[in-house]
């Protein structure tokens, strides 16, 4: 297998790469699953996590590292700009793959039939249990999903710590970025772990006052006047309530990923220095 020091990764190397990632699209006939191990497969090779075995086996051997730095890239600097500019890639990735977790855990609400009145409380409390699983299933996939991309910019930046002769608290760089994401995500305000001016989550009564997400639909034919009847508190006419949720899902889908994409940029650029 070639080695890191036949095929030294150099800063514009990566961002070529970063160009490349910035214009990928999504391939029209491809399923998720596929597109899955594909995006894998791909991101396990550019920049430098092509050779994170090697570099990490250097780096198992602290007081020779720095030496085989400079055999490789000339000098220190040169290679903490390398690393530099792979923490950047690499939040092209982890960006994606948060927000693509995220537009998966759309929330859809059961109807319910019967007296207005019953039927309607029963699907509020169906919107109640969507609204809390949702901000549950976002930390699960996270964890599954995210993290497990994240180890490798901890190395680096361990790295980068011990090259600038800094302390870097391991696993903090995972833990904010996950704090930022839950902050983004979470619908229900009384699940947020903190209150932060980016987040957009709402009062469960915010979401059940979203007038446009409800409709009723009557069993039976009603004339006007029945119709009108139908509303008043104790209708005997029944009928089937649904909340559709489209303005809460299209919000995940647009809205918080754009917020997220700010903010992932915004926290990694601080150790691009």
């Known amino acids: 297998m070639e080695t890191l020091k036949e095929n030294i990764i150099t800063v514009e190397d ?17 399923d998720f699953d596929d597109r899955y191990d594909r995006l894998h497969a791909e991101w396990e090779v550019k920049g430098l996590k092509k050779y994170h075995k090697e570099i990490n086996d250097a780096f198992t051997n602290k007081e020779t590292f720095k030496n085989w730095v400079i055999d490789i890239w000339g000098d220190i600097d040169t290679y903490i700009t390398v690393i530099n500019e792979e923490l950047k890639l690499r939040e092209i990735e982890i960006t994606r793959k948060a927000s693509e977790c995220a537009a998966l855990m759309k ?45 490798w910019c901890e190395e680096l930046l361990v790295m980068k710590a ?94 918080r990923i754009y917020i997220l994409k700010d903010r992932y940029e915004q926290y990694i650029n601080h150790f691009i220095i």
């Open 162 to 255: 011990f090259l600038n002769n800094n302390f870097y608290m391991k696993g903090s760089f995972t833990d904010d970025l996950k704090l930022i994401y839950t902050n983004v995500f979470t619908l229900l305000d009384r699940n947020l772990p903190e209150k932060v001016d980016y987040s957009d989550a709402h009062s469960f009564e915010y979401y059940v006052y979203l007038e446009d997400e409800w409709e009723y639909l009557y069993v039976d034919d009603l004339n006007p006047v029945e119709e009108l009847l139908a509303i008043l508190p104790g209708s005997p006419y029944e009928c089937d309530v649904m909340y559709y949720a489209h303005s809460i899902n299209r919000e995940i889908n647009l809205k």
């Open 14 to 30: 990566i961002k070529e790469e970063i160009e490349k990632a910035k214009l990928e699209v999504p391939r029209e006939d491809e």
């Open 107 to 151: 929330i859809f609400i059961s109807s319910e039939s019967g007296s207005r009145d019953e039927a309607e409380e029963k699907v509020k409390r169906n919107l109640e249990e969507a609204l809390e699983e949702h901000d549950q299933r976002i930390l699960n996939i996270y964890d599954v999903e995210v993290v497990p991309l994240l180890k």
